[in-house]
Nanobody, 122 residues
Framework: QVQLVESGGGLVQPGGSLRLSCATSNSIFSANAMGWYRQAPGKERELVAIITTGGMTNVADSVKGRFTISRDNAKNTVHLQMNSLKPEDTAVYYC????????????????WGQGTQVTVSS
């Protein structure tokens, strides 16, 4: 069974930074693109950023210029560096392996982990 373990969330003031991490097994990580999602209360889960096995990245317009996704292939870990955080970034953040669909979107492949809570508040 695939395990996705997110960490690094917390409470931060507006304008602050956090770095999220997600670890999974080597067999899953090395062969797949990885994505970070988030789900705010009362809202649907949304894709925030993806990184391919070759290191190409794409982030949502709402976080462009503030969030950076990276992967550490030696540690089977993907990170999300979040800077200039805003209250609207408050959500539970999840990672997953992702697969590109024919329409250009990305779809999650595995059961969700527990996520990590990010709260941006003064």
């Amino acid at each position: 069974q695939v395990q996705l373990v997110e960490s690094g969330g917390g409470l931060v003031q507006p304008g602050g930074s956090l770095r999220l991490s997600c670890a999974t097994s080597n067999s899953i990580f090395s062969a797949n693109a990885m994505g970070w999602y988030r789900q705010a209360p009362g809202k649907e889960r949304e894709l925030v950023a993806i990184i391919t096995t070759g290191g190409m990245t794409n982030v949502a317009d709402s976080v462009k210029g503030r969030f950076t996704i990276s992967r550490d292939n030696a540690k089977n870990t993907v990170h999300l560096q979040m800077n200039s955080l805003k209250p609207e970034d408050t959500a539970v953040y999840y990672c997953n392996t992702v697969r590109a669909a024919s329409d250009g979107t990305w779809n999650p492949m595995w059961r969700w982990g527990q996520g990590t809570q990010v709260t941006v508040s003064s």
